[in-house]
């Protein structure tokens, strides 16, 4: 009877200090000159820097720019923007406000939002797109490309332009 007694005091003692325990985690902390690098194996995908950032379950982040990489290691991309969100679930990312990518072939992309989707790997938005090519400048709606906007896709409304010297 007394060792019946005793399982359940320590069962219920056990059971009050998990309970303890998770009251007292974190649920959002904020940290400025934040780094995140993604890999694959031992691939760095994609290295994404912001002055200041909210982590949660979502991660809020501003001021931020993300570096893509090739295969072989080498750049092939900057993204810049004012604010952003990466999913850590998926390992998506979501730019908003001012963004910029130069591509390491002197390709200019300008837009309001984009999101990275870890699954396709490739950079979209629904949104107006403007992007420099040589002395070419092309608007749209909607955008696909590779990160290194190689491949880009305009969905709607394309029109391009040359520019003279």
């Known amino acids: 009877m007394i060792r019946i007694f005793l399982f359940v005091l320590i069962f219920i003692l056990v059971s009050c200090e998990k309970q303890n325990a998770t009251e007292l985690e974190i649920k959002e902390e904020s940290l400025h000159s934040?780094?995140?690098?993604?890999?694959t194996g031992s691939r760095l995908k994609w290295v994404l820097t912001a002055e200041d950032?909210?982590?949660?379950?979502?991660?809020i982040i501003y001021q931020l720019e993300v570096e893509f990489f090739e295969k072989d290691s080498k750049s092939s991309s900057k993204l810049r923007a004012d604010s952003g969100?990466?999913?850590?679930?998926?390992?998506?990312?979501?730019?908003?406000?001012?963004?910029?990518?130069n591509s390491s072939d002197s390709v200019t992309l300008w837009t309001d939002e984009l999101r990275w989707s870890e699954e396709k790997q490739?950079?979209?938005?629904?949104g107006e797109v403007?992007?420099?090519k040589g002395n070419q400048i092309y608007r749209g709606k909607g955008l696909e490309s590779d990160p290194s906007l190689k491949n880009i896709v305009i969905k709607e409304k394309f029109s391009g332009e040359v520019e003279f010297e």
């Open 34 to 39: 934040f780094v995140l690098r993604n890999y």
């Open 53 to 59: 950032a909210k982590i949660s379950d979502t991660t």
């Open 85 to 101: 969100y990466v999913f850590h679930k998926t390992n998506d990312l979501k730019a908003m406000g001012n963004i910029v990518i």
């Open 122 to 126: 490739q950079i979209f938005t629904d």
């Open 130 to 132: 403007k992007y420099s």
